[in-house]
Nanobody, 117 residues
């Protein structure tokens, strides 16, 4: 059974930092690209960042480029998202999933990130 467990969210002030983690199970983690998504209140879910299976390639949404860094540890079946210089508009529930172009139908509970002054 494919499973994703996101953690590391919280409430920070603008300009602050958070590091999210995604623990994956139920599939060959090192065979899949992985991605972070987010859903802000009243908005559609959007792709934030993605990373290839061997971490040789990564890609970011324009709104987070140069502020967020995606990484993975295939030995631990875990993916990370380092978020720096957080802005109010980064407030959302963050989810992880597998795949470079299409996410699987399996979604975790997500982790809430709130940026507030």
């Amino acid at each position: 059974q494919v499973r994703f467990v996101e953690s590391g969210g919280g409430t920070v002030q603008p300009g602050g930092s958070l590091r999210l983690s995604c623990s994956a199970s139920g599939f060959m983690f090192n065979m899949y690209a992985m991605a972070w998504y987010r859903r802000a209140p009243g908005k559609e879910r959007e792709l934030v960042a993605r990373i290839s299976n061997a971490a040789l390639r990564s890609d970011y949404a324009g709104s987070v480029k140069d502020r967020f860094t995606i990484s993975r540890d295939n030995a631990k079946n875990t993916m990370y998202l380092q978020m720096n210089s957080l802005k109010l508009e980064d407030t959302a529930v963050y989810y992880c999933n597998r795949g470079w172009t299409t996410a699987s139908d399996d979604w975790g509970q997500g982790t809430q990130v709130t940026v507030s002054s």
